[in-house]
């Protein structure tokens, strides 16, 4: 069991990967208000999947309930998780919701979170941004059947 007051290496290093790849967003919320801090080479590729609603894209917006959608904002891929849309020093592309998941805004000591136990959430982002799950090999045969 996870010490109530310590934090899990494993959730922190898969966080932190998981931004390396791509998860990560060029929205800055260090000021009062949302801005580009990617130099002005627009968007990350995990900030083109931030929808409002259906057919809605959200770029930059403090309006809450802002949700990673990989398929035009019919599904929130996330497991029903929100992302941070406050100007509060949070990244914005991650998820604000409980701890409950490795991509989450808030620290989340005495809490254990694992890419394989978020309901899909971070494999679906990956997998959009461009991080294919890799199949299943299939097995060898074996001699003689």
Avoid: K, W
Wanted: aromatic content about 10%; proline content about 6%; glycine content about 12%.
């Amino acid at each position: 069991m996870q010490p109530i007051n310590d934090y899990n290496i494993y959730s922190v290093v898969e966080h932190e990967t998981d931004e390396i790849l791509g998860t990560a967003s060029c929205i800055s919320t260090q000021g009062a208000g949302l801005t580009d801090y990617c130099g002005g080479s627009g968007p990350s590729a995990v900030d083109l999947f931030r929808y409002q609603a259906p057919g809605t894209l959200v770029l930059e917006s403090t309006t809450p309930g802002a949700y990673f959608s990989y398929n035009g904002g019919a599904t929130n891929g996330a497991d029903g998780a929100i992302y941070n849309t406050l100007a509060n020093s949070n990244d914005y592309a991650d998820f604000t919701q409980n701890c409950q998941f490795v991509q989450d805004a808030d620290g989340c000591l005495g809490s254990t979170q694992y890419i394989t136990t978020d309901g899909g959430a971070e494999v679906n982002i990956l997998d959009a941004v461009g991080y294919n799950q890799n199949e299943e090999p299939s097995p060898t045969p074996e001699p003689g059947r």
